[in-house]
């Protein structure tokens, strides 16, 4: 993600706002008659009210300790989304969870917070189930033991209109429909283990009248036009976190060209502005392939910009189908290399947050840091703005940065009901600060080593931030514990490894205007 600037780019510093199925213990056993299925959902409906009552559960993320679930591991989602014509009514979905539990349950809790619940289903039999706190909590016929293969298919609605109090989901556009689920908003789209750490396989099929083109994440495998409406289906070749989630409905076209290597690049435009958009759009293979230069192949099966019509504050990686404003690239008051940095930025968490996901919130520096300094190289080699500058520019904000949202590595707390507000500049320049010293304390062979081989070492999956600074120390053939102790958890910023003239301004003095 990154934050939309509202202010003309000028200095340096001055945007800052992913073993094989075993058989199901006694699964042919529950295949039962449908009275017998119904009795036992309500005897399990009686279960609950006697033992303890159902509470929202988590995985224990220090930033969003409430968000994710423990006890099993989603493989796939399946999810099937009806779209009335209008983005101010629920859409009819249908959300199927194929997991592996791994440990008993009684229970099974989901990430859910906004629509209404339909029916749920365990393993083709009725559940019972009840909410609690941003949790749904289903109640299966039997109890799952751990190691289990299971199906939990959630009949239900999803609102496109936002709650009061929560931030993030559907993005209702000029014409339709996206999604922007970062931090953890996925849950208010549908039922899901809604944290990086748990990443899984994507089926997304939307149903919309005639007219509407609609596109998600991966790659088409089908079209079926049906009356008055057609149906997309789309499916991910490579597992993906909760909040990178992408449906796009609207009108409009779908602009193709071929990437590097021959990677299909498909772009969703407003169908009105195809031509003045093309010239940034024919931008993506080249930057594209400057990128592979810096880190190693891209990591997906495809890639392409979202451009919205609409007001969101942020850019967004969802993907390979990355979320922008349309007005960044119609704004005339934004430099064309900056437009293109940011571009690269969002480009770059393909393989820094998409690819390599982070195992917490806390990790989120991994993402954004990593983002913001490709972007930063960019504008060096491409648009004549020196990363130095920048850098310096950067230290001097620093201390004031940590002061207000804490370290890179350990962020403060979001504020109450304001999920991205974790999207701070500790995360961006801050992080992208630190960087710069670690390039500066092991030299440019050894970080631009490290850079390919973090990306090819934990490609698909996630990793922390002591996975990066262990990888680092084997690197650079020394221990950099310290190093890194100071630079991403000290409340003060370090000396600049070569350039001990650099200061970082007293966060309690007042700016001299």
Known sequence: ??????????????????????????AGSRRRLKATALLASAVSVCLLAA??????????????PYLGNPGYDVASYDLSFTYPGSNSKPLQAVTTIDAWTTADLDRINLDFAHGKVESVEVDGEPASYTSAGEDLVVTPADPLPEGSWTRITVRHTSDPVAADGQDGGWVRTADGLAMANQADAAHLVFPCNDHPSDKAMFTIRIKAPNGYTAVANGLPTGVDRVGRSTTWTYRTQHPMATELAQVSIGRSSVLHREGPHGLPVRDVVPTKDRKLLEPWLAKTPDQIAWMESKVGPYPFETYGLLMAQATTGFELETQTLTLFERE?????AYPKWYVESIMVHELAHSWFGNSVSPRTWSDLWLNEGHATWYEELYAEEKGGHPMEARMKAAYGASDRWRAAGGPPAAPKAPAPGQKISIFRPNVYDGAALALYALRQKIGRERFERLERAWVGMHRDGTATTADFEHLASEIAGRDLSGFFKAWLYGEKTPPMPGHPDWKSADPGRKAVK
């Open 1 to 26: 993600m990154l934050l939309t600037p509202r202010t003309t780019p000028g200095a340096a510093g001055s945007r800052i706002p992913a073993p094989a199925p075993a058989s199901r213990t006694g």
């Open 328 to 332: 960044l690239f119609t704004e005339p």
């Open 51 to 64: 033992s303890a009552p159902a509470a929202p559960l988590g995985v224990g993320d220090r930033l969003f």
